[in-house]
């Protein structure tokens, strides 16, 4: 049970440049989270997905696009990155949204110059 | 809209000394409250939660945590803090239909000094 998987753990783009995270749980959890780090801030939401196919914006969802086609995976998508998307990224999910209790992966150390 | 409040951002104790994080909040129903461990270039680990029933809390490592809905506050605490407990430590919030979605705080980085 590998819980959280995150790839890749660090990157460096070029502004403008498009890349993918990747994120998978193999608890069969139905809710997942993608959030960003960053100094003095602590985590900000930025998508989440309720289930397969259903997806909604969080607080910070500009510059970014995400799809659930599988309960496993919840990739999020940069599209025409910017240096302000240079963050420390973590996925999440949890089993039941009644206890909020989120799992979360080791993160993915992205810088955009 | 909720909030998480940390007023630490940095506290600085020596080891077997006791600790306490300060943490508080806005919500409009009853909260969920959660605290969460990093240690450098990891993900967050769960150290403790409340939903509801007795306001003190018990967690993992030591630590425990006391709600206090008068105060709005969650305050962490450990009796006596080992090297080991360096780390940054988040304070969140949610619940209700809100989906499973967090609100966290900025986060305290506690540094343990020999």
């Known amino acids: 049970n590998a819980g959280v998987t995150q790839t890749p753990k660090f990157r460096i783009l070029k502004i403008g440049q498009s890349m993918t995270l990747q994120c998978a749980q193999d608890?069969?959890?139905?809710?997942m989270y993608w959030y960003r780090q960053d100094p003095g801030m602590g985590l900000k939401l930025i998508y989440y997905?309720?289930?397969?196919?259903?997806?909604d914006k969080g607080e910070v969802p500009n510059g970014y696009n995400v799809s659930r086609s599988t309960t496993e995976d919840f990739p999020l998508r940069l599209e025409l990155a910017a240096p302000s998307q240079t963050s420390v990224y973590f996925c999440?999910?949890?089993?039941?949204?009644?206890?909020?209790?989120?799992?979360f992966g080791p993160g993915t150390r992205l810088t955009v110059t | 809209a909720q909030s998480v409040t940390q007023p630490d951002i940095h506290i600085t104790v020596s080891e077997g000394a006791s600790l306490e994080l300060r943490c508080n909040y806005s919500y409009g129903a009853t909260p969920y409250l959660f605290w969460y461990v990093q240690s450098p270039g990891q993900g967050l680990q769960l150290l403790l939660k409340?939903?509801?029933?007795?306001?003190l809390v018990q967690g993992i490592k030591g630590f425990e945590a006391e709600f206090k809905r008068s105060q709005s506050s969650f305050n962490l605490r450990k009796p006596s803090v080992h090297w080991s407990d360096a780390a940054e430590y988040f304070c969140?919030?949610?619940?209700?239909?809100?989906?499973?979605?967090?609100?966290f705080g900025q986060g305290t980085i506690l540094t343990v000094h020999p």
């Open positions: 997905s309720v289930g397969a196919g259903i997806t």
């Open positions: 409340y939903f509801s029933g007795d306001t």
């Open positions: 608890m069969n959890h139905n809710y």
């Open positions: 969140a919030v949610g619940g209700g239909t809100s989906y499973g979605k967090l609100t």
């Open positions: 999440a999910s949890s089993p039941r949204v009644d206890r909020l209790e989120q799992y």
